[in-house]
């Protein structure tokens, strides 16, 4: 029985809970308070950190060709309105007649209706016909007497 007594006397007993001081809380409170905030973080008032963004090299590419110019001794007929719109028609080819308008930006002549997939000559007469109107419109009417039913 001793030799359980001596055995038991030898084991470590478990510590009580030391309870805490008013100082030690206040030490752990202030511990817990947080960091100063981040520059990322609302309310950071220091300097504002460089930037380490990777700068990309923009892409070259080849400068294209220019476009070759229209050739102009496929041109017919021209006809310019009073506004000064140009519009052409083109010699006969394997499609047909092409109607052709002049760019004033690129000073070239570019298709503007292409033989086949439109009818031009149907194009061509409208246009024709408009042109006709526009020119008689401006043309100033004469005075005249006019006819009395006797």
């Given at each position: 029985m001793e030799a359980a007594r001596a055995a038991e006397a030898s084991k470590p007993k478990p510590k009580k809970r030391k309870r805490r001081t008013k100082a030690e809380m206040e030490a752990a409170r202030a511990a817990e308070t947080p960091p100063e905030p981040q520059w990322w973080?609302?309310?950071?008032?220091?300097?504002?950190?460089?930037?380490?963004?990777?700068?990309?090299?923009?892409?070259?590419?080849?400068?294209?060709?220019?476009?070759?110019?229209?050739?102009?001794?496929?041109?017919?007929?021209?006809?310019?309105?009073?506004?000064?719109?140009?519009?052409?028609?083109?010699?006969?080819?394997?499609?047909?007649?092409?109607?052709?308008?002049?760019?004033?930006?690129?000073?070239?002549?570019?298709?503007?209706?292409?033989?086949?997939?439109?009818?031009?000559?149907?194009?061509?007469?409208?246009?024709?016909?408009l042109k006709d109107s526009l020119e008689e419109r401006d043309t100033p009417k004469k005075k005249g007497r006019k006819r009395v039913k006797k």
């Open positions: 973080e609302q309310g950071y008032t220091g300097p504002r950190p460089t930037s380490t963004k990777v700068v990309r090299k923009p892409r070259s590419y080849p400068k294209p060709e220019p476009k070759p110019k229209f050739d102009t001794s496929l041109i017919d007929e021209i006809s310019v309105l009073k506004g000064g719109a140009k519009y052409a028609r083109t010699v006969e080819t394997k499609n047909g007649r092409h109607i052709l308008t002049w760019s004033s930006m690129t000073k070239d002549w570019s298709i503007l209706y292409d033989a086949r997939y439109n009818d031009t000559d149907h194009h061509w007469a409208f246009h024709l016909r």
